[in-house]
C-alpha cells in the first residue's frame, strides 16, 4: 500500500511560481513511476507531467512544457512538481499518482488509469 501527500498548493499571481511536493510512504518508492494530474472546475483531470523511478524518463504535457519541471528525491520519497511563468489557466486541484506495475512508456500510453495510488490533491490558483 502506497499513501501518497500533496504539498505547496497556494494562491499566486500570474507569472509566479510555486513548487509541489508529494510525499510518498512505502519502501518501494524508487521502483514507482510518479505522475502529476490536474483537473479545473467543469473540467475532465488531465496529465500534467511524469517521471520514471530512476529519474531518467520524463515526460510533460504540451501545455506546461518549458514551464513545469518534475523531479524526485528517492532517498526522500519524494516527487516535486516546480511550477513558474504560471498562468490563470493552470488553477486546479493538482494531484500526485504512483504506479509501478508497468513501464514508463506503457504508462504513458495508458494515462491516469494506469496508476494505482493518488493523493488527496493540492489546489494551485493563479490570478490575473
Known amino acids: 500500500q502506497v499513501q501518497l501527500v500533496e504539498s505547496g498548493g497556494g494562491l499566486v499571481q500570474a507569472g509566479g511560481s510555486l513548487r509541489l511536493s508529494c510525499a510518498a510512504s512505502?519502501?518501494?518508492?524508487?521502483?514507482?513511476?510518479m505522475g502529476w494530474f490536474r483537473q479545473a472546475p467543469g473540467k475532465e483531470r488531465e496529465f500534467v507531467a511524469a517521471?520514471?523511478?530512476?529519474?531518467?524518463?520524463?515526460s510533460y504535457a504540451d501545455s506546461v512544457k518549458g514551464r513545469f519541471t518534475v523531479s524526485r528525491e528517492n532517498a526522500k520519497n519524494t516527487v516535486y512538481l516546480q511550477m513558474n511563468s504560471l498562468k490563470p489557466e493552470d488553477t486546479a486541484v493538482y494531484y500526485c499518482?504512483?504506479?509501478?506495475?508497468?513501464?514508463?512508456?506503457?504508462?504513458?500510453?495508458?494515462?491516469?488509469?494506469?496508476?494505482?495510488?493518488w493523493g488527496q490533491g493540492t489546489q494551485v490558483t493563479v490570478s490575473s
Open positions: 499518482a504512483a504506479v509501478s506495475a508497468y513501464r514508463f512508456t506503457t504508462v504513458q500510453r495508458m494515462g491516469a488509469r494506469a496508476y494505482d495510488y
Open positions: 512505502g519502501r518501494t518508492f524508487s521502483t514507482n513511476t
Open positions: 517521471i520514471s523511478g530512476s529519474g531518467g524518463s520524463l
